[in-house]
């Protein structure tokens, strides 16, 4: 690295080293991934734009909608989260929604131009007795052409298998934050039970969406260990949902340092630049981000967002703005698919 210049390293840092038959890399380091954030910010987006020109269509993003179908009342501990039932932040537990509730608001996405519809309930892990009125909804929305996710949090492996069988296109659990940092946020369940759940729904034959969250008090480090779980997992989730923490009253991070927004792009090109193939998305947190940030996020390799009025039950902008700023940047949604494709928390 001493002898190249800056650009040259940042791309040797991005080559791949040790290929996997995905031609990816899943061997990083931390150093390397800290390495990757230390480059100057152009340096280190002209790699990220390079990359993601490389796999992508850089003017194309994947537009998906998100509905909690059954809100609040959480047991878990999770401190960022307005719908545990250990903090108080106004949200009572909710029923889950009737099939035809879902059906209409997936009707609602598809006309806004969604491709992707994500169910997410705010459960520890689904009951089985649950389970099929989960598997109504999912194949009520794929029956109207749209993808279906699902987040419910952790998934035996006969539950994976369940959803699967029942057409769920993918499933998101996040790892949130790397494993050093990850007890400051969450006591309740593990980081090992977040990544069995991962490898429960990728034997499953599910795709797998799995981010995280910046900004929640944790060190560069710590973001740079997150992308390396998730660019170390034996295939690169097809989704990695960045999300930006959205302080909510009454949980334990309402106050807190803001997060720099250039750390936040850079965060998006590092995850550009480890997993190149993988739609990076923007998530919860983009009402707060301006549309140069977003641009900016664009620019570095994000290429999905949710889209429409509720993020579960965080606010996101509204349709209008989203489709006056894609205007702006020349930025189209990705196409849905005309018939049915048979194949997280955020
Ligand atoms: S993030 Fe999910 S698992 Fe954690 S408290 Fe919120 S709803 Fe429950």
Redesign the pocket.
Known sequence: MTSATPQASVETLARDRTVEGDGLRHDWNVEEILALFQFPFNDLLFEAHRLHRRHFDPNCVQISTLLSVKTGG?????K?????SRYDTGLGAEKLLSVEEVISEAKKAREAGATRFCMGA???NPKDRDLPHILDMIREVKALGLETCATL?MLSKEQADALKEGGLDYYNHNVDTSEKFYGEI?TTRTYRDRIDTLSHVRAAGMKVCAGGIIGMGEERADRAGMLQTLANLPEHPESVPINLLIRIPGTPLEVGEELDPIEFVRTVAVARVLMPKSVVRLSAGREHMTDEMQALCFFAGANSIFYGEKLLTAGNPEASEDRALFERLGLKGEARPSVPRNHS?G
Do not use: L
Request: aromatic fraction near 12%; charge should be negative; charged fraction near 20%.
């Open positions: 959480c047991p878990e501990d999770c960022y989260c307005s719908q545990s705010a459960w520890r949090g969450i928390h």
